[in-house]
């Protein structure tokens, strides 16, 4: 599955007020996809050569596999 995010991306180039936007129907995972997202970091968008605040949206992809002899 996949968990949709909805964030804030900082001038600082952090990540703040995520949220999910589409859940991948597994509470689990959604939750797991927040604390990852805590730790991303990006370049910030620039206006006029100054960082700004801007809003994101990420895709996590799940792919969880079987294991082996199921």
């Known amino acids: 599955g996949t968990t949709q995010l909805a964030f804030t991306i900082t001038p600082s180039g952090k990540v703040r007020g995520i949220r999910v936007a589409q859940s991948s129907g597994n509470g689990g995972l959604d939750d797991a996809a927040i604390l990852c997202a805590k ?4 370049n910030p968008a620039q206006r006029g050569g100054e960082a700004v605040e801007s809003p994101w949206v990420a895709n996590v992809v799940w792919a969880v596999q079987k294991p082996p002899g199921t």
Request: net charge positive.
């Open 39 to 42: 730790a991303w970091r990006y």
